[in-house]
Structure formats: C-alpha cells, structure tokens
C-alpha cells in the first residue's frame, strides 16, 4: 500500500486520535510551561507512545529559563516607566533608559539571543525524537516537527482580543518615541543635566499619560498563567505522531526513506528545545548522501490562513527554497493554493533548524491579526477544528510519499519563493 491509498476511514480515525490525545494531555498533564513539571510529563507520554510505533526513541534534556524571553518586558515597563520623572532632573538619562529598554528587546525577542537567560532561574526541558526506519538502507529523511510546551498568557489580548493586544503595543512604541523627542528637545533647549524649564516643563508633564501604558506592559505576557495550548502547539506534535502511527498501523515500511517525529520542548522560551537539538546533534541530517527535511507545524487550527512560512525568526531566516515547494505542491493536489509568507513578528522551530543549516520549512493555519484564543487560555481542547487538522493530515501523507519518491528534486525549478 502507499501512502497515499490509506482509506479515509483510517485518516478519519488519524484525525479522531490527534484530537482526543490533544485532550488527554491537556487534562492529565496541567500547565506545559518551558520546564516544568507538566511539559516534561507530557513529553514522557509521547515519547512512551512514539516508542509502541518507533524502532527508536531519542529523549535529550537541556537547560532552560522560562521567564527570560519575556523578560525584555519588565525592562521596558520599569525603565520606561522611570524615564519619566527622570526627564525632569536630567533629560540626558532618559537616553539611558530608552538603551536598557530596547537592548534586552532587540536581543531577546528580535534576535532570540540568550541574552536575559542568565539572569533567570533555570529548569530542566527536553526534546523526544522518534524514529521509523525505512525496510534498506536510509537515503531519504522527513522530520515532522512540534513543540510540546505553552506560553504564558498574553494578558491584553484575552481582555480586549486583537485591537487591545495591538494598542497596548503601539502606546508603548509611542511612548518610547515620545519620550525620546522631548529628551532630545530638552538636552538642546535646557541642557542635558539639570531640572527642565519652560516648555520642556510642559512637554515632559504631557508625557506622563504613558506612564500606565509603560506599567501595563508588565502584564504582557502573564506568568502566573499558563494557556492550555491545544492548537499551539498540541495540534503539531499529535500531527507528527498520527503521521507515523498511520504508517505503523496500515503497515507501511518505506524502503529507503526514515520518518521521524521531533516533539521539540520550549518552543515558547525562544526556539530553545529546537536550537538545543541543533547543538546537542551536530552531525544530524547533514550526512552527503540522505536527504533530509525538515516540517515545522505551528498552531493548525484556522484552515483559510494555511500557509507556508519561507521566512521565519521576525523576517529575519530564509526557510529551504525546496522544501517550501514541496509542500505547496503537495498541498495544490488536495486543493490547497498556498501562499508564501514571512513569520514577521515571532519564530517558530524552523528557524532554528534554518539557522542550523538544515532544509527546514514551516507551515501553520493562524489569521495574522491572531484570533482571541491565540496565546490565551482559549486555546483548549474544545476549539480544535478537526477539518484543519483532517486537510493537514492530508497534505502530510502527500508529502510523505512525494519526498519518498523524489526528495528535494521534486521540487519546481526557479527562483526562491517571493514573500506574499
């Protein structure tokens, strides 16, 4: 049997099983946050699942902070916050404020450097890799890719959904600007040491209706809450683990073509679990002679916005050309016309796997004006869409038996895909 002949009421069962051990974890494991207790509960669960189907199971552990990724957050809303009455008695160290405020930001979140990691308690994470092996010899590889754990709460988005999650963003940007003009007006005026006067008085009493935007900021991303996180990323993993289970049940064995499902841990810490895989298996899938692909899956829940990330880390990673094309061909023959795109604010694991030098390519089914259940405790078992996850599930298969029969030369020709 191929791939692609495995009856739907087996798909339809593939599908029944991805969302009932989306719930099962959910309500047997508690909160998944990087780290913790419950994510490494959840990852030992699979990693005991993928060993019933797997020849082999991998379980790696790595050290991780889970408050630090969020971290340039508190810096923002305490140095900001004090940039304020600061400008009054010397306009010159609001500049200072402004640098402590955006060095962690553009280090931490822009970049997704370690860089406040030091500063925050540590835990222990892990990643869980299992591997079907081909009937001969390895030439082939796919790696179907999701990470296990959740994030905490954005707490503006669940109380006032997208337009207060965007507002709360932008007062602040415009507040840093602010205060940066009148810091600089002040500096040229007044000079930079000394109490302000004048119309420097006046503009700098303006800029206090920021200070709660400044404090709000604290609450971006709530610590003392951790989202169920059934789409993001329950329906990935669950996705990779149906994948190879579907194989194991209708008794497919490839001949020469090894799947793997790589259940990657915090994720939501800043790509740790997948950049930890990248150091902790540095000769992995870089063999001359096995072709090897990476799919990342993120957050597969709104089937309209399905689409191929051929950018990812802020715009900053260039995903692999041919994987991308792959998949957008596999997808057009289950009437799917993708499009690609750039994850233009965040990551996901590709990005790391891209940054590693391995052929990665992320795909995920998410409006980017995020729906309220994005990153909130919305996000449970009781909003799954099955029919997300029944065309995914689909498409996968394609993609399972194309990169079998083809590898990367079924790719199309031509330049890389443009961003749209």
Same mark, same amino acid.
């Given at each position: 049997m191929k791939v692609t002949e495995i009856p739907a009421e087996e798909r339809e069962k593939s599908v029944s099983y991805i969302c009932d051990e989306i719930k099962n974890v959910i309500v047997n494991f508690g909160d998944?946050?990087?780290g913790?207790?419950?994510?490494?509960?959840?990852l030992d669960y699979m990693a005991d699942q993928l060993g019933e189907t797997c020849d082999k199971v991998d379980r790696d552990k790595f050290k991780v902070a889970p408050h630090a990724f969020f971290g340039w957050t508190y810096f923002v809303a305490v140095f900001m916050t004090l940039a304020v009455p600061i400008y009054f008695l010397s306009p010159v160290m609001v500049f200072v404020c402004i640098l402590l405020s955006l060095v962690p930001m553009i280090f931490q979140f822009?970049?997704?450097?370690?860089?406040?990691?030091?500063?925050f308690d540590k835990r222990e994470s892990g990643n869980v890799m299992g591997t079907y092996s081909p009937s001969g010899e390895v030439r082939r590889r796919i790696i179907i890719n999701g990470h296990s754990d959740a994030v905490y709460e954005w707490h503006w988005h669940y109380i006032g959904g997208y337009k207060?999650?965007?507002?709360?963003?932008?007062?602040? @940007?415009? =507040?840093? !600007?602010?205060?940066?003009a009148i810091a600089l007006a002040a500096c040229v005026l007044c000079g930079p040491f000394g109490m302000v006067t004048?119309?420097?008085?006046?503009?700098? @009493?303006? =800029?206090? !209706?920021?200070?709660p935007f400044f404090l709000a900021f604290w609450l971006f991303a709530d610590t003392r809450k951790v989202v169920p996180g059934a789409n993001d990323n329950l329906t990935a993993c669950y996705m990779a683990i149906a994948a190879v289970k579907a194989l194991k049940d209708n008794g497919i064995r490839l001949e020469n073509t090894e799947v793997v499902a790589l259940i990657t841990g915090s994720e939501e810490a800043g790509l740790r679990g997948a950049t930890a895989f990248v150091k902790q298996h540095p000769d992995y899938a870089r063999e001359e002679d096995v072709e090897t692909v990476f799919?990342?899956?993120?957050?597969?829940?709104?089937?309209?916005?399905?689409?191929?990330?051929?950018r990812d880390l802020n715009g900053t990673v260039k995903n692999d050309r041919a994987a991308c094309e792959i998949y957008k061909k596999c997808a057009a023959r289950h009437g799917m016309d993708l499009k690609f795109g750039s994850v233009f604010a965040g990551a996901t694991d590709a990005a790391a796997f891209s940054k590693g030098?391995?052929?990665?390519?992320?795909?995920?089914?998410?409006?980017?004006?995020v729906d309220k259940y994005y990153h909130t405790?919305?996000?449970?078992?009781?909003?799954?869409?099955?029919?997300?996850?029944?065309?995914v599930f689909d498409i996968t298969l394609e993609f399972i038996e194309e990169f079998d029969k083809n590898g990367f030369a079924s790719a199309e020709t031509g330049d890389a895909p443009s961003e749209e």
């Open positions: 998944r946050d990087p913790s207790e419950g994510e490494n509960k959840a822009v970049l997704y450097a370690p860089f406040l990691d030091p500063l207060m999650f965007l507002s709360s963003i932008i007062l602040v @940007i415009l =507040g840093v !600007v602010y205060m940066f004048g119309n420097c008085l006046w503009i700098g @009493i303006a =800029g206090i !209706v920021f200070v799919i990342t899956y993120e957050t597969l829940r709104e089937l309209e916005y399905l689409g191929i990330y051929n030098g391995y052929r990665a390519t992320s795909v995920a089914a998410m409006n980017p004006e405790r919305l996000d449970n078992y009781d909003n799954l869409s099955p029919e997300c996850l029944s065309k």
